[in-house]
Nanobody, 120 residues
């Protein structure tokens, strides 16, 4: 099983970034996909989630209206589009997969993280 994040970097306040997470080794469409982030000295925070069929999404209050989450089940990839970025969005962003079915509900996978830095 692998989750490989990409797309992080340094961006100015007000800018945008699009994170991608490429999955392999499991049935992607049977997993809820989530993005978490962890800023220095803080705990890991759930940012956004999307169900296996992409029909339901949810977001942390701090990113509502600025971030969107989407997935391409044909390409086993989940995306996080981040707009109007703020310095407080600076963190390591992690991709997470959690099983959605009875057969997979105990499965929980993590990527290695990608750094997002918002700074002028």
């Amino acid at each position: 099983v692998q989750l490989v994040e990409s797309g992080g970097g340094v961006v100015q306040p007000g800018g945008s970034l699009r994170l991608s997470c490429a999955a392999s080794g499991f049935i992607f469409s049977s997993y809820i996909m989530r993005w978490y982030r962890q800023a220095p000295g803080k705990g890991r925070e759930l940012v956004a989630g999307i169900t296996g069929d992409g029909g339901i999404t949810n977001f942390a209050d701090s990113v509502k209206g600025r971030f969107t989450i989407s997935r391409d089940n044909a390409k086993n990839t989940v995306f996080l589009q981040m707009n109007s970025l703020k310095p407080e969005d600076t963190a390591v962003y992690y991709c997470n997969a959690i099983g959605e079915t009875i057969a997979t509900m105990t499965k929980n996978y993590w990527g290695q993280g990608t750094q997002v830095t918002v700074s002028s």
